[in-house]
């Protein structure tokens, strides 16, 4: 039963959880900005290094995929201690490595608490915070789940810049302790307990398989263009696991994630919109860095620091948002945040050319305040449309999707501005604004559909 205040320790679980959240999608873009040191320094290609974030986001999403029954089969406290380990002997690792094998494996390492720990805090929010409070608390969620990956670049490209980039993984080890120490004493969430016969293998296997070959083919893209015969085949594979999967849930007793709750309409449309929303926040966030280095000519830093003034003011929102959602219900701040998202995308479709570094500073202002009206909002309303019990499932198959939202945006918007980078005859400036701007155009479209799912979802309503 869920208590109608939020105590003190209930706060310190959240916070704890959100913290190691934080610093797992902090590193997850951090290193973006540092591929020109690191493939010198390791000798290795562009296309090699892009696997440190690729290869983690992938991982992050296939741990999520199994959170649903990790969190109804082993108690909250248990798992966060297990994503702190996870997380700790991947920071030294990254912290040490001498070779690009090494930082990966510590890049995975760090990517299974990731995908552990966002769950967490979610299914600490959902279980224990009151109905009335669950607009601001998930508010709170999102902020950092959507602050970080901005912060990132930034981060990664300040310390990069006048340290080393092997600081971007020591300086958070004083801070992980205090979040250990913090989760250990006050996250007590006892195991929901599970219908589940075990654990679906299967299910995750085919799974991986779909979301391993779909990044692989516009990785593919990127490197050969959309008629090669390497993204052919890769997308050929994606659609037979495809289909497999879905016979396999059909037929299985066992379901990895639960997908039947997609069937209930406002719920299928909450996900949709929530898979748009990350896919253009970390999508554009790819885009814009490598715009202002290649077509404006910024530095490393710079391009860094671009995005963080929207970061953090769309993150000072959420919580805003969320009390909004609390008081008005859903329709408003999704409505306010899909419109924003739209006509940023537009802004910088239509403002390609004659971007500077200040107008996209500005236009991603504008653009991260509407994310935050919405970001959060379209999980809580979703877990209001089930019964307390389903809400881990809800919880699980949502951050699943978003992380692979953010790991499909960067693989297909990269993929986009490589396949211009191949043409030969134009500067490389002229070549990546040019894929900048096909990419624009795509997410404006994806807003558009975002727009059309909160109409859809009124009308459901009544």
Known sequence: MESEVVTNKTKWAITAAALLAFLGILVETSLNVTYPTLTKEFNVSLGTMQWATSGYLLMVT???SSTAYLIK??????????????????????SVAFSFPILMVGRLLQAVSTGLATPIMFHIILSLVPQHKLGLYMGVGSMVTSFAPALGPTYGGFLTS??????????????????IVAGKNNIDLKAAGTDHQGFDWVGLCFLS??????????????NYGFNSRNFIFFIVIFIVVFILFAIHLHNSAKKILNFNLLLQPVVGLRWLNFFILQF????????LPILAQDYL????????LILFPGALLGALVAPLAGRLFDRKGAALPLFIANSMMLIGCLLFYFKTWSLSVVSICLIYIFLRVGFNFGFGNTMSDASKQVNIKKRADINSLFNTFQQYAGSFGTSVLSAVISVFQLQEGQTQAYLTAAGSQVDFIILAVLASVGLATVFLSTKAIK
């Open 297 to 304: 000519g910024a530095a490393t830093f710079t391009a860094g």
């Open 73 to 94: 089969r082993f108690e909250a406290r248990n798992l966060f201690l297990l994503a702190t380990t996870f997380y700790l002997c991947g920071t030294l690792l990254c």
């Open 62 to 64: 296939i741990i999520m």
């Open 162 to 179: 006048f340290l080393s980039w092997r600081a971007i993984f020591l300086l958070i080890l004083p801070l992980l302790i205090f979040i």
């Open 209 to 222: 398989a779909i979301f391993i070959s779909l990044s692989v083919a516009f990785a593919s893209a990127g």
């Open 280 to 287: 253009i926040n970390i999508g554009i966030s790819f885009v």
